[in-house]
């Protein structure tokens, strides 16, 4: 099938339009969708029935929440959805064990598009791992959608790992609402597909709410990868952090727009914003958009987008050792990355990512 997305990962603002990157657009060739048979989740059956239930009356707050991707994506995954989870954990509940996903594409399921609900009550904490990866050999299609809501002092991670084909596509769409006190951490490893788009929209509504938004990516080959976060400051006392982290090598290439919005009556709000990417090759493009809009005096914002070679000092230290070049630079990419990979709770999956690495840092 054909797939036209057009306004996705939009900026807030209309600026910057000789940097060209107000918006993107979709537009390629995908499977044509049918239902995914697979069933994704790996973590305990009896944990996850205790936190799955209908909330008809919820749903209706749940569509209401801007997302980072935009109206198109949310409604090209409404019209689509063939996966996707409800997870609504009880006031005081705290789930312990994460709830971990899976979705393994390939030839006879080459396609998801996953509709997800995460509601943590008031002082609940549930923790959310969803994994994308696919085989070699075929053209596969994901496209996500997920809805993030937080109660009063309650607590959500949610981490997404996308380890996808050369050929793949791939259109992540997140929307978060956070209520007094509430916290969201996100993590989200976008290593793999031909094109990657990662949109993601907060607003921290209570007072004393917090995002934590931590990023990796790595493009070889001709990847391209589009980011878009945007932060509404609108309760008093929130706090925003934004880190994204990568490398970019052969003929790859990334846009990052970071929008940080302080509302009027965001007393006290805290914003920050950094950005780092490696560059490892004359061909890449790399395109950085850091925004900070106020609307509020009492309030402290921060951004940071920086990009440059590896650090020839540590090069020189490690190859000094006896290890030759590519060896050295690949050590380096890993560390780099494990900070964020070392955050990852299922032991498994921090291997698989290793792996995957290591055979995709062979073009460096």
């Known amino acids: 099938m054909n797939l036209e997305l ?32 697979k069933e994704p989740l790996k973590s305990s059956l009896e944990v996850f029935k205790s936190i799955t239930s209908d909330y008809p009356v919820l749903d209706i707050e749940m569509r209401s929440i801007p997302t980072g991707a935009g109206e198109e994506a949310v409604k090209f995954v409404e019209a689509n959805k063939n996966s996707g989870v409800r997870i609504r954990v009880p006031a005081g509940s705290q789930v312990k064990e994460p709830v971990y996903l899976e979705y393994d594409l390939d030839q006879e399921n080459s396609t998801v598009v996953d509709l997800n609900h995460i509601i943590a009550e008031e002082g609940s904490s549930v923790t959310v791992v969803m994994v994308y990866r696919s085989k070699e050999d075929c053209s596969v299609f994901h496209s996500g959608l997920t809805y993030l809501y937080a109660g009063e002092n309650a607590e959500i991670n949610l981490i997404q790992v996308q380890l996808l084909n050369d050929q793949a596509i791939h259109l992540n769409n997140i929307g978060a609402r956070l209520t007094e006190g509430g916290n969201i951490n996100i993590i989200q490893a976008e290593l793999g597909s031909l094109k990657a788009v990662s949109g993601i929209q907060t607003d921290l509504k209570g007072d004393n709410s917090k995002i934590d938004i931590s990023t990796i990516f790595y493009g070889d080959k001709n990847r391209s990868s589009d980011f878009n976060y945007i932060v509404n400051h609108i309760g008093r006392q929130t706090i925003s952090e934004m880190d994204l982290n990568g490398a970019l090598s052969e003929e790859s290439s990334k846009v990052f727009r970071g929008t940080i919005d302080f509302k009027k009556g965001a007393v006290g709000a805290i914003g ?39 650090d020839e000092n540590k090069l020189f230290y490690m190859m000094s050792r006896g290890l030759d070049e590519l060896t050295a630079k690949k050590l380096i990419l890993e560390a780099w990355f494990e900070p964020v990979i070392g955050r990852i709770p299922v032991v498994s999956l921090k291997d698989d990512i290793t792996e995957f690495m290591k055979e995709r840092l062979n073009h460096v």
Request: glycine share 4%; proline share 7%; aromatic share 6%.
């Open 272 to 310: 920050h914003e950094k950005e780092y990417t490696l560059l490892l090759s004359p061909k890449i493009k790399n395109v950085s958009a850091p925004l900070i809009l106020c609307g509020e005096e009492n309030v402290e914002g921060k951004h940071a987008a920086n990009s440059g070679k590896i």
């Open 6 to 37: 057009n306004n996705i990962n939009k900026l807030p603002v209309r600026t910057w339009s000789w940097l060209a990157v107000n918006d993107t657009s979709l537009k390629n060739s995908v499977p044509d969708i049918k239902p995914y048979a």
